[in-house]
T-cell receptor
Framework: DTAVSQTPKYLVTQMGNDKSIKCEQN?????MYWYKQDSKKFLKIMFS???????INETVPNRFSPKSPDKAHLNLHINSLELGDSAVYFC??????????????FGPGTRLLVL | AQKITQTQPGMFVQEKEAVTLDCTYD???????LFWYKQPSSGEMIFLIY??????QNATEGRYSLNFQKARKSANLVISASQLGDSAMYFC????????????FGRGTQLTVWP
C-alpha cells in the first residue's frame, strides 16, 4: 500500500525523445508536486497542483508540461529531452498549501538518464 | 538568496553515539515550517521531523529531535544512539508562509555511521 508511487523508476532515453513520468498518491491529499534533484543532490521544486489546478510553476523550460487528470495523479511530460534533463525527479503530495504544517511525502523518484 | 544552509557536507559518527546535523535558515516570514528528510543510498526521501515557527517546544520523533533556536534561525537535527542504518544524506527544508507550499532545501549533509 505505497503512499506515493512513481513510474517508471528508471528511464534511459536518447536526446530529442519525448517521455512521461507518472505519479499517483493514495493518501487523499489535494496537493501534489514535482521536484528535480540534480547530480549534486540539490532538490528544487518544479510544479505544484492543488485539486488539479496549477499553483506553482517555477522557471522550468516549457518542454516540461505537468498534467493532473485528478487530484490523485500528477504526470510529467518532457518533450525534446536534453542531456541536462538527466536527474532524479520526485513526486510529492501534501494535504494543503495554506499553512506551513503540511508535510510533503515523496515518491521513490524516477532516475532519468538522457544519452 | 540561500534560504537553507547546511554547512557540513559530511559527518562521521560512531555507532551508538549522538550526532548533530546543522541547519540555518533565512526568512522574514513570521510563519514557517522546518522539515528534515533522510535520503538513504536507495534514493527515496523519507520524512523525519517537523518544527513549526510558533511551536514552543522542540520537536521529537523517537531518536530524532530538533534543536530549534528561533533567534539564531537554526534548526539542528539531533540523532541519538546512532545506528548503521542512519548512514544517509540528510536534508533540511523550509516552507515559508508566503510561498504556496514550496519546500526550499539545503544542500544536504552526508552522514556516515561506523561500527
Amino acid at each position: 500500500d505505497t503512499a506515493v508511487s512513481q513510474t517508471p523508476k528508471y528511464l534511459v532515453t536518447q536526446m530529442g525523445n519525448d517521455k512521461s513520468i507518472k505519479c499517483e498518491q493514495n493518501l487523499g491529499h489535494d496537493t501534489m508536486y514535482w521536484y528535480k534533484q540534480d547530480s549534486k543532490k540539490f532538490l528544487k521544486i518544479m510544479f505544484s497542483y492543488n485539486n488539479k489546478e496549477l499553483i506553482i510553476n517555477e522557471t522550468v523550460p516549457n518542454r516540461f508540461s505537468p498534467k493532473s487528470p485528478d487530484k490523485a495523479h500528477l504526470n510529467l511530460h518532457i518533450n525534446s529531452l536534453e542531456l541536462g534533463d538527466s536527474a532524479v525527479y520526485f513526486c510529492a503530495s501534501s494535504q494543503e498549501t495554506q499553512t506551513n504544517q503540511e508535510t510533503q511525502y515523496f515518491g521513490p523518484g524516477t532516475r532519468l538518464l538522457v544519452l | 538568496a540561500q534560504k537553507i544552509t547546511q554547512t557540513q557536507p559530511g559527518m562521521f559518527v560512531q555507532e551508538k553515539e549522538a550526532v548533530t546535523l546543522d541547519c540555518t535558515y533565512d526568512t522574514s516570514d513570521p510563519s514557517y515550517g522546518l522539515f528534515w528528510y533522510k535520503q538513504p543510498s536507495s534514493g527515496e526521501m523519507i520524512f523525519l521531523i517537523y518544527q513549526g515557527s510558533y511551536d514552543q517546544q522542540n520537536a521529537t520523533e523517537g531518536r530524532y529531535s530538533l534543536n530549534f533556536q528561533k533567534a539564531r534561525k537554526s534548526a539542528n537535527l539531533v540523532i541519538s544512539a546512532s545506528q548503521l542504518g542512519d548512514s544517509a544524506m540528510y536534508f533540511c527544508a523550509i516552507r515559508r508562509g508566503s510561498t504556496l507550499g514550496r519546500l526550499y532545501f539545503g544542500r544536504g549533509t552526508q552522514l556516515t555511521v561506523w561500527p
